[in-house]
Nanobody, 124 residues
Framework: QVQLVESGGGSVQTGGSLRLSCTVS????????MGWFRQTPGKEREGVAT???????TYSDFVKGRFTISKDTAKNTLYLQMNRLNPDDTAAYYC??????????????????WGQGTQVTVSS
């Protein structure tokens, strides 16, 4: 089993920045794709960014140019650097990974494991 724990969420004003972290424990040797999703109450969960085992990334059009996904394999940690935040970015953010069986893109990534989420609130 794989466990993911997010941290780094909080409240920030429009234009501010946050960096989310996701530590991964358990057997993730077979994981190919990692990514971030977000969800607001009453809305469907949407993909934010993905990164493959060799570092290839994809982004939602809503965050491209503002957010950067990265990972530190040695530390078993996934990151999401969020810049130029606006109120539309307010959501619970979840990190996720799979067992190497899904396409590592926003459109096709099907996670097998999810973190508990961390709240990001952006005030105007």
């Amino acid at each position: 089993q794989v466990q993911l724990v997010e941290s780094g969420g909080g409240s920030v004003q429009t234009g501010g920045s946050l960096r989310l972290s996701c530590t991964v424990s358990g057997n993730a040797a077979a994981s190919y794709c990692m990514g971030w999703f977000r969800q607001t109450p009453g809305k469907e969960r949407e993909g934010v960014a993905t990164i493959t085992n060799d570092g290839v990334t994809t982004y939602s059009d809503f965050v491209k140019g503002r957010f950067t996904i990265s990972k530190d394999t040695a530390k078993n940690t996934l990151y999401l650097q969020m810049n130029r935040l606006n109120p539309d970015d307010t959501a619970a953010y979840y990190c996720a990974t799979d067992n190497g069986l899904s396409w590592c893109t926003i459109q096709w990534f099907k996670p097998d494991y999810w973190g508990q989420g961390t709240q990001v609130t952006v005030s105007s």
